[in-house]
């Protein structure tokens, strides 16, 4: 176990001598996560881990529904039975990783009764938006992941990050005397690659 121990210790600092930009955030830490590591350092993405959590994101954006936390399925939504079915949500917080140019991965969960809408912005920049694929008569398992990627995304660390979204249904799922809505599922996690330099 000792040994274990001090190879971990001696590859930690072997890291921080040879790539000085590598950021590490402690397992055991404030934030109780895993090292990050800098894809230009040994060539890992950032997993964007302070976006996963909801208290980072604005979730009440003035002219549009306000938004909620999913604690079951761990993903950002709206509550379609309190909030309009017509009206976009919105969620937002800033880019916390230095600035520069991205591929982005976002995932939606997809649902049976209905087929919602996405929207991200990066600053101004529209970078994606979607619609999610039907999987109703499908063999596909509710609130599967789905996702999406962009490349070339430059990003300015501070940067507005606006996630934008849309309840849908598409009348095929019965509920109580109408059918049921989709609830435009997403998850926070949202990641951002480095791309490497030419």
């Known amino acids: 176990m000792n040994s274990i121990i001090i190879l971990l210790i001696t590859y930690i600092w072997l890291i921080n001598v040879l790539y000085p930009e590598t950021k590490f955030i402690h397992p055991f830490g404030e ?10 350092a040994v060539g890992l993405p950032y997993i964007s881990n302070f976006l ?7 979730l009440v954006v003035e002219g549009f529904s306000p938004a909620y936390y999913d604690k079951d399925r761990d993903a950002m ?4 039975i309190e909030q309009p079915t017509d009206q976009w ?45 039907r999987i ?25 990050i606006q996630v934008k979204f849309l309840p849908h249904s598409n009348g095929l799922v019965p509920e109580g005397d109408g059918f ?4 435009a599922r997403w998850k926070s996690n949202i990641e951002f690659i480095p791309q490497q330099e030419e």
């Open 77 to 80: 939504a709206i509550n379609t």
């Open 180 to 183: 049921g809505f989709a609830r």
């Open 89 to 133: 949500a919105a969620a937002t917080t800033s880019f916390e990783h230095p600035t520069g140019v991205y591929t982005i991965r976002f995932t939606s969960l997809l649902e049976s009764d209905g087929e919602c809408s996405y929207v991200l912005k990066i600053g101004s920049e529209k970078v994606l938006d979607f619609q999610n694929p």
């Open 136 to 160: 109703y008569g499908k063999d596909s398992a509710e609130y599967a992941p789905h996702v999406e990627e962009v490349k070339n995304i430059t990003i300015e660390k501070g940067g507005l």
């Open 52 to 58: 996963s959590d909801p208290e980072k994101w604005d």
């Open 31 to 40: 934030e109780k996560q895993m090292a990050v590591i800098t894809k230009k």
